[in-house]
T-cell receptor, first 116, second 113 residues
Framework: SQTIHQWPATLVQPVGSPLSLECTVE??????LYWYRQAAGRGLQLLFY??????ISSEVPQNLSASRPQDRQFILSSKKLLLSDSGFYLC???????????????FGDGTRLSIL | GQQVMQIPQYQHVQEGEDFTTYCNSS?????IQWYKQRPGGHPVFLIQ?????EVKKQKRLTFQFGEAKKNSSLHITATQTTDVGTYFC?????????????FGTGTQLKVEL
């Protein structure tokens, strides 16, 4: 069966520090991968999605970036964190069939990021 | 850009009462999905509707997709404390949406004994 791992679960970082969040998927090949951010009590904002190695689509302008160095690895990064980067970051995957359209997304447990 | 709104934003009910959340998209959707997020947890996929006017049931949950494929609803009959959480609809746009879902704003359900 497929599993998704996301770490760390909780992170406290000072303003201006770098960030690296990692997500890996097991049990499937060529998944579509997604990074979302959720502010407290709010909905999910899509940040990046990827349909293959090295293929990244960015949804909103920001100081975050994403990379997919391996088929089942998705990394969210920042060179200098802002206070507004605080939130709950969720990684998700969906099967590659039909380009991911009409397929459910499966989420990791998320990372709660607090910027001080 | 595409927007997906849900109402109400919050709903408190007594256990045993019914609950409905409504989802409205600014554009026509190719399909609608529903997710549930328990407090402190991550969203979990519940169901997908694809056809215009489609109705699906999962035990006490009834999901509908509108005829115009721009709205959807989730109805829970006789709520239980295990139904607590935030319910999100999410849709793929009919064209030009790529491989991404647009999530609704969510409805937070609280169930009191």
């Amino acid at each position: 069966s497929q599993t998704i791992h996301q770490w760390p679960a909780t992170l406290v970082q000072p303003v201006g520090s770098p960030l690296s969040l990692e997500c890996t998927v097991e049990g499937t090949s060529n998944p579509n991968l997604y990074w979302y951010r959720q502010a407290a009590g709010r909905g999910l904002q899509l940040l990046f999605y990827s349909v293959g190695i090295g293929q990244i689509s960015s949804e909103v302008p920001q100081n975050l970036s994403a990379s997919r160095p391996q088929d089942r690895q998705f990394i969210l990064s920042s060179k200098k964190l802002l206070l507004s980067d605080s939130g709950f970051y969720l990684c998700a995957w969906s099967p590659p069939l039909a380009g991911g359209r009409n397929q459910p997304q499966h989420f990791g447990d998320g990372t709660r990021l607090s910027i001080l | 850009g595409q927007q997906v709104m849900q109402i109400p934003q919050y709903q408190h009910v007594q256990e045993g009462e019914d609950f409905t959340t409504y989802c409205n998209s600014s554009t026509t959707l190719s399909n609608i999905q529903w997710y549930k997020q328990r407090p402190g947890g991550h969203p979990v996929f519940l169901i997908q509707l694809v056809k215009s006017g489609e109705v699906k049931k999962q035990k006490r949950l009834t999901f509908q997709f509108g005829e115009a494929k721009k709205n959807s609803s989730l109805h829970i009959t006789a709520t239980q404390t295990t139904d607590v959480g935030t319910y999100f609809c999410a849709g793929h746009v009919l064209t030009g949406g790529g491989n991404k879902l647009t999530f609704g704003t969510g409805t937070q359900l609280k169930v009191e004994l």
